[in-house]
């Protein structure tokens, strides 16, 4: 049974107090009142006459690799400029409340470990982790917020002592999940006994099945979300409205004044 309730519900409450393993599990609406674009609105300027799924491909990178690292290097200044918000900021305080916390995100930001959260699981990489495409070796970026023109600009990849193109460190469509972040995810869905998916449409596998192994190893499954998703069916409670009123007040609510 699932219940759309813009208000919290008791019950919810009374499950989170109880709560001996959670999982916290986000996508892009987390970060959305930090002032970045979800996944699909972040094709502004140079870029809006694409789809992100063009851009985020093995494929892309190889036709027009200036205009793929420009687009992450435009998003990469984006999150830098950019604050937790409450949402993460209440995730992290969670970790501090509940004997066992596992963090899953779909993001590439880093907002939930500059909020304070710790053992992240980046299931789609990072915006701050670059590799060489060819030997895989890390490339250190240089320091600060890169100064990127506000409707983005085309901009050459660096070079791999190797000699290969260095790609952004986030997973693009038709690559494989990090595998230890994807099982650790997995196990963790499969053992918590509260799940909360925060700020995803639910629409990219396989992530999008750790709400349903949370579900079907019998855990309670609560959704915070403006709009209704794919998710909608695996949820015990679907709690309308943004993230970052609707997290702290249900800390305040289950713990407490913080
Ligand atoms: N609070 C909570 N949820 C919000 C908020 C908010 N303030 N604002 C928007 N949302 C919700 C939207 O209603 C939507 O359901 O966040 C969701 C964002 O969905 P997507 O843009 O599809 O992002 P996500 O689910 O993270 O996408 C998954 O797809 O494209 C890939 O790698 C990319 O990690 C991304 C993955």
């Not at 809006?48 to 027009?64: C, M, Q, S, V, Y």
């Not at 060819?134 to 600060?144: E, S, V």
């Not at 998916?197 to 609560?222: E, F, N, W």
């Not at 794919?230 to 407490?256: K, Y």
Request: proline residues 8%; charged residues 20%.
């Amino acid at each position: 049974m699932n219940r759309n309730v813009a208000t919290i519900p008791q019950d919810l409450i009374a499950a989170l107090k109880k709560a001996k393993h959670v999982v916290v599990f986000t996508g892009a609406g987390v970060s959305a009142e930090s002032g970045i674009p979800t996944f699909r609105d972040s094709l502004t300027g140079l870029w809006e006459r694409f789809h992100a799924e063009d851009l985020a491909t093995p494929g892309a990178f190889h036709k027009d690799k200036e205009l793929v690292w420009g687009w992450y290097e435009w998003r990469r200044m984006k999150v830098s400029q950019a604050q937790p918000n409450p949402a993460h900021i209440a995730v992290a305080t969670l970790a501090t409340l509940v004997p066992k916390l596992t963090i899953v995100t779909q993001n590439v930001d880093d907002l939930h470990e500059r909020a304070g959260s710790t053992d992240v699981l980046h299931l789609h990489g990072s915006l701050h982790s670059p590799r060489c495409a060819t030997c895989g070796q890390a490339h250190i970026l240089p320091p600060g917020i890169p100064v990127e023109p506000e409707g983005g600009r085309r901009s050459s990849p660096p070079v791999c002592i190797c000699g290969g193109l260095v790609r952004p460190g986030v997973v693009w469509f038709g690559e494989d999940l990090p595998v230890r972040e994807l099982r650790q995810a997995f196990e963790a869905a499969q053992k918590c006994d509260l799940l909360f998916a925060i700020g995803t449409s639910g629409l990219v596998q396989p992530a999008a099945r750790i709400p349903s192994l949370a579900k079907q190893a019998g855990a309670c499954v609560v959704q915070v979300n403006p709009t209704s998703t794919e998710l909608d069916r695996e949820c015990t409670w679907s709690v309308r409205g943004g993230a970052g009123e609707i997290m702290p007040n249900l800390l305040q609510a289950a713990f407490g004044p913080a």
